[in-house]
T-cell receptor, first 112, second 114 residues
Framework: QKEVEQDPGPLSVPEGAIVSLNCTYSNSAFQYFMWYRQYSRKGPELLMYTYSSGNKEDGRFTAQVDKSSKYISLFIRDSQPSDSATYLC????????????FGSGTRLLVRP | NAGVTQTPKFRVLKTGQSMTLLCAQDMNHEYMYWYRQDPGMGLRLIHYSVGEGTTAKGEVPDGYNVSRLKKQNFLLGLESAAPSQTSVYFCATIRTPTNTGELFFGEGSRLTVL
């Protein structure tokens, strides 16, 4: 079993929809949780960062971490065609504090 | 500033050939990483370095070697390429892993092994 599980999608939504992206993990030592966005044929870029449990909001994006359930989420409000990309969750902590472990990525398509 | 630069961006190899991918960073970061990205597999760590002169194995190190002779450069070598090494390779750097967690990635190197 992978340390980090993420539904690969693709997820297709109409413009303006609320998008929910999720990851589950098995390593209870993870403390740092990140979401990266990757456009086609580009390297990933950091979108959101959260330490430990709780919520973090940045504009249209909200990241949630539930350590008790080993579950993290990224919500995108008022989705735009420019949000179409692959979203990768990543996490680190414990013995792997300097190694980010990535999910497989969810491909999102926002239709105009 | 260029950030993280990978060369070459594209390469086609025949089985058994060797090659080296170069990652150069101008951000004075200590930590450098080589990942490979395959469909459905996400990013998998090959090797990493926590400073000049150091290297360590990641999740999928077999068939690869690395060197970090200079702080700004991290080289990934394939001694005898195999079709299973067809992938997109990403180099990434981070100043210190335990603050914002922001890895800076290069644009990727697409390798095809025939």
């Amino acid at each position: 079993q992978k340390e980090v599980e993420q539904d690969p999608g693709p997820l297709s939504v109409p413009e303006g929809a609320i998008v929910s992206l999720n990851c589950t993990y098995s390593n209870s030592a993870f403390q740092y949780f990140m979401w990266y966005r990757q456009y086609s044929r580009k390297g990933p870029e950091l979108l959101m960062y959260t330490y430990s449990s709780g919520n973090k909001e940045d504009g249209r994006f909200t990241a949630q971490v539930d350590k008790s359930s080993k579950y993290i989420s990224l919500f995108i409000r008022d989705s735009q065609p420019s949000d179409s990309a692959t979203y990768l969750c990543a996490m680190s902590g414990g013995d792997s504090s300097y190694k980010l472990i990535f999910g497989s990525g969810t491909r999102l398509l926002v239709r105009p | 500033n260029a950030g993280v630069t990978q060369t070459p961006k594209f390469r086609v190899l025949k089985t058994g050939q060797s090659m080296t991918l170069l990652c150069a960073q101008d951000m004075n970061h200590e930590y450098m990483y080589w990942y490979r990205q395959d469909p459905g597999m996400g990013l998998r760590l090959i090797h990493y370095s926590v400073g000049e002169g150091t290297t360590a194995k990641g999740e999928v190190p077999d068939g690869y070697n690395v060197s970090r002779l200079k702080k700004q450069n991290f080289l990934l070598g394939l001694e005898s390429a195999a079709p299973s090494q067809t992938s997109v390779y990403f180099c990434a750097t981070i100043r210190t892993p335990t603050n914002t967690g922001e890895l800076f990635f290069g644009e990727g190197s697409r390798l095809t092994v025939l």
